[in-house]
């Protein structure tokens, strides 16, 4: 996944469980990947250029997140089996 532009790209990506999905901030200000709404898994911290995270998806459902710093930029993660 990119983090590019102030946006995730793609928006919404399908994986199966069990995937390992990383993310690359490709902008100049810092973002993070956080679960939107509490409790969920994605809680990274703040991503400076070129910085990465990574999650692995283990149970199937759909994962919508956000970057904290920037709450317009939004995308979601849907997992299968």
Known sequence: MAI???A???AALKVKA???VTWTNQDTDAHTVTSAG???????AALA???TYRYRFTAPGTYHYLCTIHPFMTATV???R
Do not use: D, M, W, Y
């Not at 509490?38 to 990274?44: A, E, I, N, Q, T």
């Open 78 to 80: 849907e997992v299968t």
């Open 4 to 6: 590019k532009n102030f």
């Open 8 to 10: 995730f790209s793609p």
């Open 49 to 51: 250029t070129h910085a």
């Open 38 to 44: 509490s409790g969920g898994p994605l809680r990274s």
């Open 18 to 20: 069990g995937t390992t």
